[in-house]
């Protein structure tokens, strides 16, 4: 279907509405393909906007092996869609990369969904907000539905609106990475060197193996990421005489990784153990530091940074050819400033989602923060926000939360559209 949309005309600033959509998915990553999967069965009118091109963010990892089977990374409707192609998907149990699991899956998952919705790639979505109604207005007021979602849309150089019924928010936290210095702020210096900086896992045995292959990187951050980081650095480190790096983290345990008690995914605990015993035994030149954080950055020149870290209490001022902050990502809430958006403090994702998470880790918060949230612990009401018809879905309603897994994002799919009355019958009918 085409897209069914306000174009503004910049010469005399009269938009001509001409309807209104069933429903907006920004992000057009697993979770938001499987939302247009699934609104296309209700037979909703759907327009799907990604700033980039599909799956751009599995993209930028599509080296990285997930951990999980490929049955937990399709969704049922994107499955049923695809339903003839049984032959051509992978089989359930399939570790893929993301370059598989995009070329094997997204992409024809998308490619089927472009004559049922409206697929917008390189369509940057600016800010969300309901067509006439401030954010201050009818407080936690069902009758704000009465007013349609306008959505201010940036593409080819020009602005248009588009307006919706109802809004998921799928577009996830990855191009957002946290900040290295302490309490989660900018070290200092960190603002100016943040270029050159690397905040995600890189291919430090493939693509970019000639920009770590003997230099020395520093490597800062204690989760999976950081830890298929480390692995990588020490394989190069065996390999390659005069590669050398310190791997800093927060951790204040004997070791950078906990185990997770009971871990369903076999791959996670080799690369667990892998860590730890990198971090207990280090190669020549290379080293593990606990109880240490970032304090102050500098590029001097095209080959290195100066830096000071602070380990258990002591300041330590050293040099390193590269830097690579595996530290974890947030979302980004400038989308949905002008709505009623309950944000969980600590989690900075919503209120509903973050809660359950932190029930699900127990009253103090100790257990590893990369375990598998099964179905039970989320459900349809942890999704509800004040604004009715908004729904931050996927990666970013888990916000800074590193526990999120794509098959609790098509669980959240089904419960948003059970709490929208969308799963038994079509919509009413775009207006």
């Given at each position: ?265 076999p791959e996670r605990v080799r690369l667990t153990r892998r860590a730890n015993a990198i971090a207990a035994e280090p190669a020549p030149g290379c080293e593990w530091l606990s109880r240490s954080r970032l304090l102050a950055v500098a590029q001097r020149d095209s080959r290195g940074f100066e830096v000071d870290l602070e380990v258990a209490g002591n300041v330590r001022r050293d040099r390193f050819d590269r830097i690579v902050a595996n530290v974890g990502y947030e979302p980004d809430d400038r989308l949905y400033r002008q709505l009623q958006v309950h944000v969980c403090y600590a989690s900075h994702g919503p ?81």
């Amino acid at each position: 279907m085409n897209a069914v949309e306000t174009a503004v005309n910049h010469d005399d600033l009269e938009p001509a509405r001409v309807r209104t959509m069933d429903l907006a998915i920004i992000g057009a990553g697993p979770v938001g393909l499987e939302a247009a999967a699934r609104a296309t069965r209700a037979g909703l009118a759907t327009v799907l906007f990604d700033a980039g091109a599909v799956a751009d963010h599995v993209r930028a990892w599509g080296w990285l092996r997930l951990f999980s089977p490929f049955e937990w990374n399709a969704g049922p409707a994107g499955l049923e869609l695809l339903g003839g192609r049984e032959a051509e998907l992978p089989a359930a149990g399939a570790l893929l990369t993301g370059t598989e699991l995009r070329t094997r899956y997204l992409l024809p998952l998308a490619e089927s969904l472009r004559s049922r919705v409206d697929l917008r790639e390189g369509a940057r979505v600016r800010d969300v907000a309901r067509a006439d109604r401030l954010k201050g207005e009818a407080l936690g007021d069902a009758a704000r539905a009465e007013q349609p979602f306008r959505l201010l849309v940036e593409e080819n150089g020009a602005e248009t609106e588009v307006f919706a019924r109802a809004v998921f928010d799928c577009s996830g936290t990855y191009g957002r990475p946290n900040w290295a210095g302490p309490g989660g702020t900018p070290a200092i210096g960190e603002r100016s060197a943040r270029r050159a900086i690397e905040y995600r896992v890189r291919d430090v045995l493939g693509a970019q193996r000639g920009r770590y292959a003997a230099r020395r990187t520093l490597l800062l951050g204690s989760g999976h990421s950081a830890a298929t980081t480390a692995c990588a650095l020490a394989a190069l480190a065996r390999s390659v005489p005069g590669t050398r790096f310190t791997w800093a983290s927060r951790e204040a345990h004997g070791t950078p990784l906990r185990a997770i008690p009971d871990d369903p995914l076999p791959e996670r605990v080799r690369l667990t153990r892998r860590a730890n015993a990198i971090a207990a035994e280090p190669a020549p030149g290379c080293e593990w530091l606990s109880r240490s954080r970032l304090l102050a950055v500098a590029q001097r020149d095209s080959r290195g940074f100066e830096v000071d870290l602070e380990v258990a209490g002591n300041v330590r001022r050293d040099r390193f050819d590269r830097i690579v902050a595996n530290v974890g990502y947030e979302p980004d809430d400038r989308l949905y400033r002008q709505l009623q958006v309950h944000v969980c403090y600590a989690s900075h994702g919503p209120m509903g989602v973050s809660a359950a998470l932190l029930a699900a880790q127990g009253p103090q918060g100790d257990a590893p923060s990369d375990c598998c949230i099964g179905a039970e612990a989320l459900g349809p009401e942890t999704l509800r926000n004040p604004e009715p018809g908004f729904f931050i879905l996927g990666a970013k309603s888990f916000g800074k939360n590193s526990a999120f897994l794509m098959r609790a994002g098509f669980e959240q799919v089904a419960d948003a559209f059970s709490l929208l009355g969308w799963n038994a019958a079509r919509a009413t009918g775009a207006r």
